[in-house]
C-alpha cells in the first residue's frame, strides 16, 4: 500500500528584489493514512512553504517550485505540482485539507460559521444550502461544540480562540480528506486548550483514517501526537526518523542542541541550559557548505573542513533513520553523550 | 529575615467597560486582578503563570503602577506606593523596570539603538562615568548585542537581538527588581534559551530581583524559584518551584501541568492527562464561589458558593481549593 | 438587530430636532434682519413692521421655532386679513423674494438634484469600484499605473474647472443647446430628454468621486487578499471567482458603504458648482441664489436644514446597512 502522499525533491524558492530566497531545498517526506508526520522548525526553516506547495497555495507567478508532491488518490497518482492547476484546486478539501495557526484570523469575519462550513460542503456535493447547514451541524458535533444546532448560525467572533479552531477543524474534515495538514494549529491556543484540540485531532485521525502532516515549532507537541519527524533547518531538512529516535537517538547537532536548549517542566535539576549560539542563516545567502555549520560545535571533527565547502547529503545513518550531516554515525553518539541532557 | 523587595497585599485591579456612545453607561467590571498576596525577596525570581484572561499581565504591569491599583497595597522596597502620584513615582522608577513581550512593538522603530538604550538616562537625569554613549555601548555588550551596531534602527536587527535590546533598556540604571512580560513566547526556540540564560547571568551578576510573568510552564520552571499560578484574577497556589511541580496539590495546576506536553515520547505516551472540559469563563463574568469551579473534576456545591481562601497548607506552600489534591 | 436599529432610530430623530435648533438660532442670531430683507430700497418701515409681522418675526426665537415645526407637520399661515398666505404641510417658510412657499421651490428643486444625484452616484461607484478592483488585481502591470493617473487627476481637478471644461467641449461639439439645457423634464415622461439633461454633469460628479473611490478600493482589494480568511478560503477549494466575490469584494467594500452614503447625502443637499455650470434648478442653485443674490433667509435656513436632515438621516441608514454586513458592529 502505497503511502498517501509522497513528496519528491520539492524545492520552493521566491525571487526577489534582494535576491533569490531559497526557501526550501530537496525536500522527500511520505505520509501514509493513519500516521502523523510532524515537520518540526523554527521561523524561516521552509516547513510551511513545503506543505503550501503540496497544497498547490503559492502563487506561481511569484514562486519558483519543482520537484513532486505525488497524491496517491484511489483513481490514480496526482502530482499537484505539475498539475494543472484546477485539477489541484478540485483536490483541495476534498482530499487534501489544511487547517492553519490563528484561528481568529482564518475565518471570514461577515459570514456565520455554518454558511462557511456549509460552503466547503457545497463545493463537492449536491444538495441545497440546508442540506448543507445540517452536515455543518453534523461535523459541529463532532468537533465537540456543545449546542451546535444553535451555535451554526453565529459569527466567528463569537467563539473563543479554543472554539474556533474546532470550527476550522470541522471545516476542513466535512468532505472526508485523506490528508490533513496542519500548520501550527495550537501555537496561539493557551495550554489546556492545546491539549484539547491535539485530541481531536487524534480522534479525527483515528475516524476518518486520515495522514496528517503537523507543522510545529513545539517539540513538547510532536512527541505527543507524532509517529516520524522531519527537522528542518534553514531550507533542508537535517533529520528523519521515527519518533523515539528523534528524541532519544538525534543524529544531528541541530537536533541535539535544541533538545538540550528547551527547558522541560519534568527536569527541576535547574542546570544551565545549552544554548545554541547564533543565528539561522539567511535564506538569500546562504553559507556555502552546511547551512548550520557557523552553530556547529562538532565541525571540527570533520577532517579537511569538509562542513565549510560540502553540502552534506541526506544519508541514512541507520536504518530508516536520515540525517544531514558530515559527521560519523559513532562520531554523531560521542557527540549525543557529550552534549548530556537526555540524548 | 530579609525584607522583601516587593510586597503586593490583596492587590485588584479592575476595569470598567462602558457601553460608550454619549452616555457612557457602564457596562460591567472586568475584574482582571482580584486579590492577590505576593512577595518577592531581593535576587529571587517569581514566577507568575496562567492562561489567557488570567490576569498575569495586567498583575505585573499593575506593580509597577502603569495600571492605577484598584484595592490593595504595593510596598515596594518597604514603601508604600500604592497611592503615589506619577511624579512621586518617577524617581522610583529607576529602581523598577520592565522587559516587554513583544520585540516587534515595544521598541519606537523611528529611534536608534542607542537613542533607545540611552534615553532611559536622560529620563532618570542621570549621567553615568564616562558619558551615556560609552555606557551604552557597555550595556549592549553585556547583553550580547555588537556596540558597533549603536546607530542602527530596530528593524536591522532579529526578534531575540531586540529582545537584547529590550533587556539592555532596563538594567541601565540598575534596578532592583525587573518584571519580565512574557519575554521569550515571540522569540524561536533556539533563541529562547540564549535569553533566558543571560537573563539568568544578570541575574547573579546584579542581584536582580524578576518577576517572570509567562504562560510556557517550561520556562517558568527553569528560571523561578517560587511559582504562583493564577486563573481568572486570583491566585490558585503558590508555592517554591519543586514543591508546585512536583506536588501540586490545586486542580487546576494539576491540570495545566498535565497540559503541558513534554519532548519526551515514552513519558508522554504513559501520562496521566486530565483534559479540563469546557471554556474559559468572561473575566466581565467570573463564577461565584471559585472561580475555577465550572471546570474543576473535583466540583462540589461548596465550591459554586464559597471562595476559597488563600491558606498556607504547608511551609512556603499557599492554596486557595476547599478539596486539595493530596501531596504527592 | 432590531434593538440595535431602534436605538440608531432614537439617536438619529434626536439629532436632526438639534440640528434644526442650532441653524434656527444661528439664523436667529445674524446680524441681518430678515424683514429688512423682504423688500427692496424703497422700503418704508410700515411696509417693513408689516413684513416682519407676516414673518412671524415679531415674537421670541423659542415661538419662532415651535411655529415653524408646527409648520412641518400641520401647514402655516402668515399674516391675517387680506394678505393672508397659506403654506400646506410641510411649510418650511415663506419666500417674499420668490412670492411663493418655500416648500414649493424646494418641491420642483428636489428632484433634479435628487436626479443628479443618483446618476453620479451609480456611476461613480461602478466606475470607481470596477477600476479599483482591476488596479489591485493587475497590481504593478499597466492598468494599475492607468488607474493611478487617473485617480490623481480626478482627485486634483476641481469640480469647477472640469465642470467648465466639460461644458465648452460640449458646447463645441454641440451637445449642449445652452438656451434649452436645464429645464427640467421628467424621467417617467421623456426618459431620453431626462438622460440628456443630465448626462454631462454625471460625468462631472463622476469623475471627481470615482477617483477617491478607486484608490480606496484599490487598496483594501489588496488587503483584504492577503488576510488569512482569504488564504482560508482557497484551502477550501474555492476558485479565484467565487473567492473574489464572496469573500473577498464583502470584506473590502463593506467600508464602502458609509462613504458612498455619506457622499451621497452631501449630493442631495445640491451639488452647488455643478448645477451652476449647467444651468440646472436643483436645490444647489436655489441656495445659492438665495445666499448670494436674493438674501431670502427662509430659503437659506430652509434648504440648510433639508441639507443636514439629509446627512443625518443618510447615517442611519449607512449604520444599518453596515451592521447588515459586518457582523461584529451588531452589538449594542
Not at chain 1, 298 to 314: G, I, Q, R
Amino acid at each position: 500500500m502505497k503511502p498517501f502522499l509522497e513528496v519528491k525533491n520539492l524545492s520552493v524558492s521566491f525571487p526577489t528584489q534582494d535576491g533569490l530566497v531559497k526557501a526550501s531545498n530537496d525536500i522527500s517526506f511520505s505520509v501514509a493514512r493513519g500516521e502523523t508526520l510532524a515537520v518540526v522548525g523554527e521561523s524561516g526553516s521552509g516547513k510551511s512553504v513545503t506543505t503550501l506547495a503540496v497544497m498547490g497555495l503559492h502563487n506561481r507567478n511569484a514562486a519558483n517550485i519543482s520537484g513532486q508532491a505525488i497524491l496517491n488518490l484511489e483513481t490514480g497518482p496526482v502530482d499537484t505540482i505539475s498539475a494543472n492547476p484546477e485539477v489541484v484546486r478540485k483536490l483541495r478539501g476534498k482530499s487534501m485539507a489544511m487547517i492553519f495557526q490563528d484561528p481568529m484570523s482564518a475565518l471570514h469575519p461577515y459570514y456565520s460559521i455554518g454558511d462557511q462550513i456549509a460552503e466547503a460542503w457545497g463545493l463537492y456535493n449536491e444538495g441545497s444550502k440546508a442540506d448543507g447547514l445540517k452536515r455543518a451541524v453534523e461535523m459541529l458535533d463532532l468537533v465537540g461544540i456543545p449546542g451546535a444546532s444553535k451555535r451554526v448560525k453565529e459569527f466567528p467572533h463569537q467563539f473563543s480562540g479554543g472554539m474556533r479552531q474546532r470550527v476550522m477543524i470541522a471545516m476542513a474534515l466535512v468532505n472526508n480528506p485523506s490528508l490533513l495538514i496542519a500548520d501550527e494549529p495550537t501555537t496561539a491556543l493557551d495550554v489546556t486548550v492545546q491539549s484539547q484540540i491535539l485530541k481531536l485531532l487524534k480522534d479525527m485521525q483515528e475516524e476518518f483514517n486520515m495522514a496528517v502532516i503537523l507543522i510545529t515549532h513545539d517539540l513538547g507537541v510532536v512527541a505527543e501526537v507524532a509517529d516520524r519527524a522531519c527537522v528542518m533547518y534553514a531550507g533542508k531538512i537535517v533529520e528523519q526518523s521515527a519518533i523515539d529516535d528523534i528524541y532519544y537517538m538525534p543524529d544531528h547537532p541541530y537536533t541535539i542542541g535544541l533538545l538540550n536548549s528547551i527547558p522541560r517542566v519534568d527536569q527541576l535539576e535547574g542546570k544551565r541550559l545549552q544554548a545554541i549560539p547564533g543565528q539561522p542563516p539567511s535564506l538569500i545567502s546562504l553559507p556555502r557548505g552546511c547551512s548550520f555549520r557557523s552553530r556547529c560545535t562538532y565541525s571540527e571533527l570533520v577532517p579537511n573542513n569538509k562542513c565549510a565547502t560540502d553540502v552534506p547529503n541526506l544519508d541514512e545513518k541507520i536504518s530508516g533513520h536520515f540525517s544531514r550531516c558530515h559527521l560519523t554515525e559513532a562520531q554523531l553518539v560521542k557527540a549525543r553523550s557529550s552534549a548530556g541532557g537526555q540524548a | 529575615m530579609t525584607e522583601p523587595i516587593l510586597k503586593l497585599e490583596g492587590l485588584k485591579k479592575h476595569f470598567e467597560s462602558t457601553s460608550g456612545g454619549i452616555f457612557n453607561k457602564k457596562k460591567g467590571t472586568v475584574k482582571a486582578v482580584d486579590g492577590i498576596d505576593l512577595e518577592i525577596l531581593p535576587g529571587e525570581t517569581v514566577g507568575l503563570v496562567g492562561e489567557s484572561g488570567c490576569g498575569k499581565t495586567t498583575a505585573g504591569r499593575t506593580v509597577l503602577k502603569l495600571y492605577e491599583p484598584t484595592e490593595g497595597k504595593i510596598i515596594f522596597q518597604g514603601q508604600d506606593i500604592t497611592k503615589l502620584s506619577r511624579r512621586q513615582m518617577k524617581p522610583l522608577r529607576a529602581q523598577m523596570q520592565m522587559i516587554f513581550q513583544d520585540p516587534f512593538a515595544s521598541l519606537n522603530p523611528r529611534q536608534t539603538v542607542g537613542t533607545l538604550i540611552g534615553a532611559t538616562f536622560d529620563i532618570q537625569g542621570i549621567k553615568p562615568l564616562g558619558g551615556v554613549k560609552q555606557e551604552v555601548e557597555r550595556l549592549m555588550e553585556r547583553v550580547g548585542l555588537n556596540p558597533e551596531h549603536v546607530n542602527r534602527y530596530p528593524h536591522e536587527f532579529s526578534g531575540g537581538q531586540r529582545q537584547r535590546i529590550g533587556v539592555a533598556r532596563a538594567i541601565a540604571l540598575k534596578p532592583k527588581l525587573i518584571v519580565a512580560d512574557e519575554p521569550v513566547s515571540a522569540l524561536d526556540v533556539s533563541i529562547q534559551a540564549q535569553v533566558v540564560n543571560l537573563l539568568d547571568d544578570l541575574q547573579e551578576e546584579f542581584g536582580l530581583a524578576y518577576l517572570f510573568v509567562a504562560h510556557d510552564l517550561s520556562v517558568v520552571q527553569h528560571i523561578s524559584d517560587r511559582v504562583v499560578v493564577m486563573y481568572l484574577g486570583k491566585v490558585m497556589e503558590q508555592a517554591d518551584k519543586k514543591d508546585l511541580f512536583l506536588s501540586p496539590r490545586h486542580p487546576y495546576t494539576k491540570a495545566l501541568l498535565s497540559a503541558v506536553p513534554v519532548p519526551d515520547p515514552i513519558k508522554g505516551r504513559s501520562r496521566e492527562r486530565i483534559i479540563l472540559s469546557g471554556d474559559l469563563p468572561s473575566p466581565m463574568n467570573p463564577p461565584a464561589g471559585c472561580v475555577f469551579n465550572t471546570r474543576c473534576w473535583k466540583v462540589q456545591d461548596k465550591c459554586r458558593v464559597e471562595v476559597p481562601a488563600l491558606l498556607q497548607i504547608a511551609p512556603n506552600h499557599r492554596l486557595a481549593c476547599h478539596f486539595p489534591e493530596p501531596a504527592a | 438587530m432590531f434593538k440595535f436599529i431602534a436605538k440608531r432610530l432614537t439617536a438619529t430623530v434626536l439629532v436632526v430636532t438639534l440640528v434644526s435648533m442650532s441653524v434656527f438660532l444661528i439664523f436667529a442670531f445674524l446680524p441681518m434682519d430678515p424683514a429688512r430683507l423682504t423688500c427692496g430700497k424703497g422700503c418704508s418701515v410700515p411696509v417693513i413692521e408689516a413684513n416682519r409681522h407676516r414673518l412671524g418675526l415679531d415674537v421670541p426665537v423659542q415661538v419662532q421655532y415651535g411655529r415653524f415645526i408646527k409648520g412641518l407637520f400641520l401647514g402655516r399661515e402668515y399674516g391675517d386679513g387680506a394678505a393672508k398666505i397659506e403654506c400646506s404641510a410641510p411649510a418650511f417658510g415663506y419666500s417674499f423674494n420668490k412670492h411663493e412657499c418655500v416648500t414649493t421651490l424646494i418641491k420642483s428643486a428636489l428632484p433634479v438634484t435628487f436626479s443628479l444625484a443618483i446618476g453620479a452616484f451609480i456611476l461613480w461607484l461602478s466606475l470607481g469600484i470596477s477600476l479599483g478592483v482591476l488596479a489591485a488585481r493587475r497590481q504593478g502591470k499597466w492598468q494599475d499605473r492607468a488607474s493611478t493617473v487617473f485617480v490623481l487627476v480626478g482627485i486634483s481637478l476641481p469640480t469647477f474647472i472640469s465642470g467648465i471644461l466639460i461644458y465648452l467641449v460640449a458646447l463645441r461639439l454641440n451637445l449642449i443647446n445652452p438656451i434649452e439645457a436645464g429645464r427640467w423634464v421628467s424621467p417617467f415622461t421623456n426618459p431620453i430628454g431626462w438622460v440628456k439633461n443630465f448626462y454631462l454633469p454625471w460625468i462631472v460628479l463622476a469623475l471627481a468621486f470615482a477617483a477617491t473611490y478607486t484608490r480606496f478600493t484599490r487598496s483594501n482589494v489588496i488587503e483584504t487578499s492577503s488576510e488569512d480568511y482569504i488564504r482560508t478560503a482557497r484551502a477550501k477549494g474555492l476558485s479565484e471567482k467565487v473567492i473574489l466575490r464572496k469573500h473577498t469584494l464583502r470584506a473590502a467594500l463593506a467600508p464602502i458603504v458609509t462613504i458612498a452614503g455619506l457622499d451621497f447625502a452631501g449630493l442631495l443637499g445640491g451639488a452647488i458648482i455643478t448645477e451652476q455650470i449647467f444651468n440646472l434648478p436643483g436645490l444647489g442653485r436655489l441656495s445659492l441664489r438665495a445666499v448670494l443674490i436674493d438674501y431670502d433667509l427662509p430659503v437659506i435656513v430652509s434648504t440648510t436644514i433639508l441639507a443636514a436632515t439629509f446627512v443625518v438621516v443618510m447615517n442611519l441608514v449607512v449604520d444599518i446597512l453596515y451592521a447588515y454586513i459586518d457582523p461584529r458592529v451588531r452589538v449594542g
